[in-house]
């Protein structure tokens, strides 16, 4: 799956509100005085400028709106 289609995904996802923040994102997210209403903006309305699939542990994209 490239990164585009896992995108849509999570759209698809964060639109029916399955989805979970972890501690450790909420965390890292406060440092950078991200919100959480941030974050579900930027999945719906952002789009990827850099994607790094073979990052580990896991495929990772950088995001702008």
Request: with cysteine; net charge negative; aromatic share 4%.
């Amino acid at each position: 799956m490239n990164s585009n289609d896992m995108l849509d995904r999570i759209k698809i996802l964060v639109s029916e509100r399955k989805y979970i923040i972890t501690t450790h994102a909420l965390i890292r997210m406060s440092d950078r005085d991200v919100t959480t209403k941030d974050l579900i903006s930027l999945i719906a309305n952002g789009e990827i400028i850099e994607d790094y699939p073979n990052r580990q542990p896991c495929p990772a994209a950088l995001m702008q709106l």
